[in-house]
């Protein structure tokens, strides 16, 4: 299975629904709201994924572990964005890294406020990402931990 393309009422996918698989593309349907942590996680070989504007929530480490990987934004997609191999929430948020192409001093862009849990995962999963360095704007208000992210979406401590 090289391609998925999810079905239409799909509201979310669950963790680990594609984690490790061999798929190479991925397209989430219009109306689906949020993308788990670890959905397409350790997705070697994914390299496209397409995400409708209706997404609001990526998680932490929902694509972790996908070196290839490039987005693919359907309509206005005002939630998200990709700048400098940096995928980024509409509040600021640095959710993970895109691709196996850095190496280096990473520079976080300008503009972003929080760095979240699982953004360098990928980083030290063993793939070509060879970071000697991360350069933070001061921007940036927030560094977040799993806990942290787990209380901001429940409002208790698990």
């Not at 079905?7 to 709201?33: C, H, K, N, Q, Y």
């Not at 994924?49 to 987005?71: H, N, Q």
Request: negative net charge; charged residues 20%; aromatic residues 8%.
């Amino acid at each position: 299975m090289t391609s998925i393309t999810l079905p239409a009422g799909l509201l979310r996918t669950g963790s680990f629904a594609f984690g490790g698989s061999g798929i190479r593309e991925i397209v989430f349907p219009e109306g689906m709201e949020a993308i788990d942590g670890n959905s397409c996680s350790g997705c070697m070989d994914l390299e496209r994924a397409v995400i409708p504007d209706s997404v609001t929530r990526i998680e932490p480490k929902a694509f972790c572990g996908c070196p290839k990987l490039t987005f693919e934004f359907t309509g206005e997609q005002p939630h998200f964005r990709v700048e400098n191999n940096g995928l980024i929430d509409e509040n600021g948020k640095l959710i993970c890294l895109v691709n196996d192409q850095i190496s280096g001093v990473y520079k976080i862009p300008e503009g972003v406020t929080a760095i979240g849990s699982a953004a360098f995962s990928t980083a030290y999963l063993g793939h070509k990402i060879h970071l000697t360095g991360v350069e933070i704007p001061d921007t940036v208000t927030e560094v977040m931990t799993w806990r942290s992210q787990q209380k901001r979406r429940s409002n208790s401590w698990p």
